[in-house]
């Protein structure tokens, strides 16, 4: 069962993903709305296809500290044009972030204690509960339990043709996770 509702979570975190880079110019133009009224926008839906858990919103609708931890925020900003800032926001709540909010709705019940953990395989020096993602290598697989229910966790990252590749999947508190990325060294991406 595990599986399936990991799936079937994915399956709607990957339909809402593509509604919101379909409704991603109506979500940015109401994005002030948004944060002002995020009770109605809950019940239109256009809020699950936003990204509200930064502390500002600059954060939330450009996410700087991510896309571009080395400038100051305000002052990019304010030399940034409409396009720029639309395009920037596209990247960062569209594409990068895509329909944080419904992520974590969906993963409601994923908040609480891991309990009669089960660590059934682990490669590397990390404790088999330890994602294995662009600082820890090896591999890990883990089945455990949430608030009653049954979730499993596998990551490995390894090197492959001269390049570091990274895959998780199963729950975190919070959320349930599927990444999949390469990169050039261990520690950043790039």
């Known amino acids: 069962m595990m599986y399936i509702r990991f799936f079937i979570v994915k399956l709607l975190e990957a339909i809402g993903a593509l509604l919101g880079i379909v409704l991603f110019p109506i979500v940015y133009l109401l994005r002030h709305q948004i944060d002002n009224n995020p009770t109605l926008f809950k019940w239109l839906g256009l809020w699950y296809l936003t990204n509200q858990d930064e502390p500002n919103h600059l954060e939330n609708w450009y996410g700087f500290y991510e ?8 002052e990019e900003y304010n030399g940034m044009n409409w396009w ?4 920037q926001s596209f990247e960062w709540v569209a594409m990068r972030n895509p329909t944080w909010q419904l992520k974590l709705a969906l993963a409601e ?9 089960r660590i059934h395989r682990v490669e590397g020096e990390e ?3 330890t994602w294995r993602d662009k600082t820890v290598t090896g591999m890990q697989f883990a089945t455990f339990y949430i608030n009653g229910q ?8 390894k090197r492959i043709a001269g390049k570091w590749v990274n ?3 199963g729950t975190k508190k919070g959320r349930y996770v599927s990444k999949f ?5 261990l ?3 790039g």
């Open 187 to 189: 520690g950043r991406w």
């Open 84 to 87: 720029q800032r639309f395009a």
């Open 181 to 185: 990325r390469v990169f050039d060294e």
């Open 109 to 117: 019940g994923t908040n609480g204690d891991y309990v009669d953990v």
């Open 127 to 129: 404790w088999g509960m």
């Open 67 to 74: 896309l571009k931890p080395e400038v100051d925020p305000i």
């Open 167 to 169: 895959l998780m999947l």
């Open 150 to 157: 049954k979730h499993f966790r596998y990551s490995w990252t």
